[in-house]
Structure formats: structure tokens, C-alpha cells
């Protein structure tokens, strides 16, 4: 029923958002954005060449990409970080659709858009842990320490890798890295 309801109000199509790019957006007018991922048949109308990547920075909003277009990609990743600035942003992964499953969204190193899109989850994933820490300390009054990881380039390789730095003594929450390092203030 719930699903049938939520068809119901999930009329609105997706619109393009600049001519000659493979990059629709839509907005309703309620709060379910998000869940209108179960609804894979809503996506079926839009013609990519490639693969279906979405991403919802804002309750209300939802961005579709062709992942075959370099450039949609790059706006896409652009417009949602631009939206995190907006009340209660979503920090969601992109996400690409595949047999009606959602998935995470991964690039390899030598494509094109790696670096904006790696540099991009990193962001929505230090806005994770900001979220997390705050809940925490609304819901317990303990200040937990929240490290971001940090994005270094290695000198030699010129690889991205993150780190985060973890101070003793003090309760933190530990974030998804590469690399942690452990610190004491008198060392």
C-alpha cells in the first residue's frame, strides 16, 4: 500500500537541467525523495547512454546522470555539493542503478571524473560524521570527537589517500580511512 502511494504521488518527471547535458533533476513537493528509490520504474524514462547515477543532496531534491557523460557527471557532483549548504542536507554516495538494485557508484583512478567524485564522497562523508557526532551529543551530552579525514596527495605517486588523527585520551568516533594515526599531546 505504502508503495502504491508513494507511485501515486511520484508523477512529476525529471527535468533536464542545462540543454546538451545528460543531467536531469526533480523536485517534489514533499519529503520522500529518498524513497522514491524503490521505485526503479521511474528512472526507466530517461535515455542514457551509459548507466543511471543519482544522487539526493536535499530532502526534497533528486539529481540523475548519464554515467557516460564526463560533464553531467562533474555538474552532478558540483550542484549537490553546492546543496549541502542548504537546512538538513543529505549526505548521500551517488548511487548507480543496476537491474533495478541500487549500488554505490565507484570510478576507477584512471577515469576521467575520479578525483572530483573521489573528493566528493569524501565530503559527504566527513558531513556524515558531523551529523553523527552531533546526535551523539545531543542524545548523551558527551562530546565525542568527530576526526575528517584528511585528503593527501602522495608526493611520489601522486596517489589520494585519507587520514584522519586520533587523539588519546578523549572518546572518538572513527571514520572511514585509509590511514589513522594515533597521537598523545606530550609525544
Known amino acids: 500500500l505504502a508503495m502504491e502511494n508513494l507511485r501515486a504521488i511520484s508523477t512529476r518527471d525529471f527535468r533536464v537541467v542545462e540543454e546538451g547535458l545528460n543531467l536531469w533533476v526533480t523536485a517534489w513537493p514533499d519529503e ?57 542536507p543529505i549526505p548521500m554516495q551517488p548511487m548507480v542503478l543496476r537491474k533495478e538494485v541500487w549500488e554505490p557508484f565507484v570510478l576507477k583512478p584512471n577515469h576521467p571524473c575520479y578525483q572530483e567524485w573521489h573528493l566528493f564522497c569524501l565530503a559527504a562523508m566527513n558531513v556524515t560524521y558531523e551529523q553523527d557526532a552531533e546526535r551523539i551529543f545531543k542524545s548523551t551530552k558527551d562530546a565525542v570527537f568527530a576526526p575528517i579525514p584528511e585528503v593527501v596527495q602522495d608526493s611520489q605517486t601522486g596517489e589520494l589517500y585519507t587520514k584522519a588523527i586520533v587523539p588519546e585520551g578523549r572518546r572518538t568516533s572513527l571514520p572511514r580511512c585509509d590511514y589513522l594515526e594515533f597521537f598523545r599531546q606530550t609525544e
Open 32 to 88: 520522500h525523495t529518498a524513497a522514491r528509490l524503490l521505485l526503479p520504474e521511474l528512472f526507466e524514462r530517461l535515455k542514457v547512454r551509459g548507466e543511471i547515477v543519482m544522487m539526493t543532496p536535499t530532502a526534497d531534491r533528486m539529481l540523475v546522470a548519464d554515467s557516460a557523460d564526463k560533464d553531467a557527471l562533474l555538474a552532478l557532483f558540483e550542484i549537490s555539493s553546492s546543496l549541502r549548504k542548504q537546512p538538513r
